[in-house]
């Protein structure tokens, strides 16, 4: 595993190994990520514990800056994590171009912060100066912390999750952004699918940022419900506005996005698709994370 990782600057958070994405033989149950100064291996299955706690003191030994090295059990009852070598760290600041986000070990399955997303930041980060942001399914709300500190007007945070939002204002806290909350920065602990008045209250919006999860038992399964918020942008959205529609399951495709696009909001321009960082390598087109942008152009 560790002759596939390539990084030599560990200033930002970033994964180190993408075993998950198939294109490494006999490691496609492994990632590895750098969540300083916290090395967190996440495994999908059972391993040898010899081997992993050698490869647990040779990720110690990458960077001086480590001074923990952790293993999630994803295939275990509410995902334990484990320190492997070193001191015992459940939360720590991570930092991604310049700004930072808070982030926990665990307590729960996911840390706080998406790696694999850090492109869509950088773009929205790019592309917000005085735009009004609709952020769906807003979790820890960093695309919102990146949209502000890219300028833009307003932003409107949505999550069924009123814990994730209280985890949101914290990073907009930790980057001295919390100022603008109430005007600049909105948080909804809202359902998305329930709420529709909520959210066209504060629009007509210029930027949508779209990142649904691909099943919630209850609350979302993404191939029926993308449907119901593609409906949506013609009440939420400007003329002229972004989207940036996130897909995570591994078993739609890009494809499957166009299509639903087309159906449902055909006035939606399909732009580009933005690359992941190069280190979510896939072995199979169409499995990883996909982020389409595309543009409102109502006739």
Sequence with gaps: MLNYIVATDFTDCQRLFHGRGHAYENLSHVNVD??????????????????????????HDLTP?????????????????QVLVGDVIDNTLVTEHGLSYHIELG???????????????????????????LNLFAYTCA?????????????VNIDLSKSSLSKGRENHQ???????????????????????????????????????????????????????????IPQWMDKGAQLLLCLNSPDLDEQFLKNEVLRECPDCIFEHRLDNPKVFKEAHEGKGLKVLVFSYQPV
Excluded: H
Aim: hydrophobic residues 40%; charged residues 25%.
């Design 34 to 59: 750098w969540l300083s100064p916290v090395i967190l291996i996440t495994l999908y299955q059972v391993v040898d514990e010899a081997w992993l706690l050698a490869q647990a003191q040779a990720l």
């Design 65 to 81: 800056l480590c001074k923990s090295v952790q293993v999630q059990r994803r295939y275990e009852k509410f995902a334990p994590t």
């Design 107 to 133: 307590k729960a399955q996911n840390s706080g912060l998406f790696l694999d997303m850090a492109n869509g930041r950088s773009w929205v980060y790019e592309q917000a100066a005085n735009k009004n942001v």
């Design 143 to 155: 695309f919102s912390v990146v949209a502000i500190a890219g300028g833009a007007q307003r932003v």
């Design 174 to 232: 930790l980057n001295k952004l919390s100022k603008k909350e109430g005007k600049q920065i909105i948080f909804e602990g809202v359902d998305i699918f329930k709420s529709n008045s909520r959210i066209k209250k504060y629009g007509k919006y210029d930027l949508l940022i779209c990142d649904p999860p691909s099943f919630q038992k209850g609350s979302v399964n993404i191939e029926r419900d993308y449907a119901k918020i593609l409906r949506k």
